[in-house]
């Protein structure tokens, strides 16, 4: 409890500081924990609070604040210290990190910050972070190279991987990343060393694989908690279980998405030690009691004996399941849908029925569906006669049209291999533009192939592909045309 304790504090000390108010105690609590763990635990801490904080900073940027917190603490923290100490070195930080030549992490709204004053100040750095990564750049080197860089200089080599590790899990929750980062500069301390470091580490990092899978996913999970929110986050899971499981009732879907939406909400920010575990062990179980039955697929998931978070992990990397017939989706009707009791549950049923038929489709299609559903909601039910504003909407039929072709090309980049997908989107532009150069080609082709590289999958990285999907729901439904000929 120690660790946790002094992590909530450094969340409220770290770069832009603790808040006026008790700062007396804050200051008290921060010596405490920094005589308690000692300056090197503490510095570690402040590089992964840091690290996590501000995604884009470059290791230099990161280590400067910590070494400036640290400083803080040695110097405020010792015996005899002056009682004004705390304040006006904080105050000093404060002022620094508004020069525009500080060595800290950069952030666009930095200067907007510092036109305020005082407290106002404060609480505007404070709110600054950068958007999680969805994209990983840290490359685990060879056991070789990790004892070498180990050897050279331990220090040095623990804060590059914590702050590495670290901007690569910036959602993972804060317990289980500190979990993760400590066992695992610990197997590096030990293995290095070792008589025989590759049997060493093949066998600790084997131990460690589950920790390593939970820490994983649930940066991911709470990644896109972040990006969508809780509403739209349960709408997610929603679009996610129905297309891996299409012929499951809409009732249990509905249920398990709620379920994991309540899951992250309650353990991304957590500070309790075993949350995610314990929670993920408790969906597990849900969704084995709902949709075993229901799809042989999870039910093979369910019979797995190895433990709860293999369980999940075996479901969570089911593919598309082929899509069931739900032609002649009726749009939801205008009664319900200004209705407030059950207007949600309306759109879901509409949402779930696409869904089924567009297994292959991107998420953010199904999210745009759903956009377009609550907007003419919202835009008529306000109305002297909502049937009638109702009755005078046009089905977003370019929409359905984007839904068919996104469907149409996942499909095929599922069912194929990547180089004959690759091939046939190369015959594809050839017919679609017969006058189009070589070169415009074979642009296409990459273009297209790396969308559905990256996008083609349950669970895709939710900003990028939805930025994606939203340029071209937004070219499609304002422009003058069709959808372009580019987009599958």
Avoid at 63 to 78: F, G, M, P, T, Y
Wanted: charged fraction near 25%.
């Amino acid at each position: 409890m120690k660790t946790i304790i002094i992590t909530t504090l450094l969340l409220m000390l770290t770069y832009s500081h603790a808040i006026e108010r008790g700062r007396d105690y804050m200051r008290d609590k921060i010596c405490q924990e920094f005589n308690h763990l000692g300056k090197d635990k503490f510095r570690s801490l402040a590089i992964i609070m840091n690290s996590r904080k501000y995604t884009n900073s470059t290791f230099e940027e990161v280590k400067s604040i910590a070494v400036e917190i640290v400083a803080l603490a040695e110097k405020c923290c010792v015996e005899g210290a002056d009682p004004e100490c705390y304040t006006t070195e904080s105050l000093a930080l404060s002022a620094k990190s508004c020069d525009p030549n500080n060595p800290f992490p950069k952030h666009p709204g930095t200067a907007a910050c510092c036109r305020e004053e005082g407290l106002e100040r404060k609480l505007c750095l404070a709110a600054l972070k950068h958007p999680p990564k969805e994209f990983h750049t840290y490359v685990e080197p060879s056991n070789e190279e990790l004892c070498g860089a180990f050897r050279k200089d331990p220090q040095d080599f623990a804060d590059r991987f914590l702050y590495e590790f670290s901007i690569d899990h910036s959602h993972t929750p804060l317990p289980l990343l500190i979990a993760s980062t400590t066992t695992y500069l610990s197997i590096v301390g030990t293995c290095c060393t070792h008589a025989q470091p590759t049997v060493c580490f093949l066998k600790e990092k084997l131990e460690r694989k589950s920790l390593m899978m939970l820490t994983d996913l649930s940066n991911k999970a709470c990644s896109r908690y972040s990006v969508f929110g809780k509403e739209k986050t349960k709408l997610s899971y929603f679009i996610t279980y129905t297309q891996k499981s299409p012929n499951a009732s809409v009732e249990d879907i509905l249920t398990l998405a709620e379920d994991a939406s309540e899951v992250l909400a309650k353990c991304c920010d957590s500070l309790e030690e075993d949350c995610v575990q314990k929670e993920v062990s408790n969906h597990t179980a849900k969704t084995c009691n709902k949709l075993s039955t229901q799809d042989k697929r999870i039910n093979d998931c369910c019979l797995d004996n190895s433990g709860s978070l293999q369980k999940y992990v075996c479901i969570y990397s089911l593919p598309w399941d082929k899509n069931t017939d739900s032609s002649n989706v009726a749009r939801p009707t205008p009664e319900c849908l200004c209705n407030v009791d059950c207007r949600q549950r309306e759109i879901y049923n509409y949402i779930h029925r696409f869904a089924q038929t567009f297994t292959y489709a991107p998420e953010a299609l199904l999210v745009a569906l759903y956009d377009d559903s609550l907007t003419v909601a919202n835009s008529c039910c306000g109305t002297e006669d909502p049937a009638a504003c109702f009755a005078g909407k046009k089905p977003p039929t370019k929409l359905f049209d984007l839904l068919s072709k996104g469907n149409e090309m996942c499909g095929a980049y599922t069912t194929h291999n990547f180089l004959d997908f690759k091939k046939r989107l190369r015959e594809h532009y050839h017919k679609a533009l017969p006058s189009a150069s070589e070169d415009t080609i074979s642009g296409l082709v990459e273009q297209r192939s790396t969308f559905a590289s990256t996008c083609c999958h349950l669970n895709a990285p939710p900003s990028y592909c939805g930025l994606k999907v939203q340029s071209e729901v937004a070219y499609t439904c304002t422009g003058s045309g069709a959808a372009r000929k580019d987009f599958l």
